[in-house]
């Protein structure tokens, strides 16, 4: 095989693996579905960005070669574990008043208190302190890696493009007017699984061996 052909396949399972990861349910896409039919699409593509921009944060790093630095410091990754971990308990406990509460005030709530600037930063800050995010964006680049520049521009455009799709689809799709409906009928139970899956995400960030 080629070095060309090589670097080729690599690259098409590093395309595979992370859109693999972006697709399959978990909490950042269940927190934009949760968006989209609750608040819109613009909300949604909001919070979409700020979990792609945090993606393509630790994918640069990677690519740079500062992640491998920053996985010899195990304090550092216990910190981001730790941060990560409250943050997702954070949100598991507004998920929760939210399911708790009517509907006018969860709606009164979110127009009071939320920007679409809050909603990026959000977005941001669950892909940021999660330190999985770290060591997938290790391997995902090792598998793509030819040791050209090359190869690491290509890796992180292609992903950001996958990124864009899969996030941006969730948001479009369910702020339609029908998955809207469906949200409303059952907001409190969506809100509470919401909440759970939230919840379950941090326990076991901060339960995580390093």
Not at 165 to 193: H, K, P, Q, W
Not at 198 to 206: E, T
């Amino acid at each position: 095989m080629t070095g060309n052909a090589y670097f080729s396949t690599n690259l098409l399972l590093a395309y595979a693996a992370y859109f693999v990861g972006t697709a399959s349910p978990g909490p950042s896409n269940l927190a934009i579905i949760s968006l989209a039919a609750s608040h819109g699409r613009k909300a949604a593509m909001m919070f979409a960005l700020g979990v792609i921009s945090g993606s393509m944060f630790w994918a640069t790093v990677a690519t740079l070669g500062v992640s491998a630095a920053l996985i010899a410091y195990s304090q550092v990754i216990i910190a981001f574990k730790i941060f990560g971990g409250l943050y997702l308990l954070w949100l598991a406990f507004k998920s929760g008043r939210n399911a708790l509460a009517t509907a006018d005030a969860s709606a009164m709530k979110l127009e009071r208190t939320q920007t679409l600037t809050g909603v990026y930063a959000r977005g941001a800050i669950l892909h940021l302190t999660n330190p999985k995010a770290i060591l997938v964006w290790v391997s995902i680049v090792a598998l793509s890696s030819n040791n050209t520049g090359s190869a690491h521009g290509a890796l992180v455009g292609g992903c950001a493009a996958i990124g864009c799709l899969v996030f941006g689809g969730y948001a479009v799709l369910f702020s339609t007017d029908s998955a809207r409906r469906i949200y409303v009928r059952t907001r409190r139970a969506l809100e509470g699984c919401l909440a759970v899956v939230f919840g379950i995400a941090g326990i076991r960030l901060l339960a995580s061996r390093v």
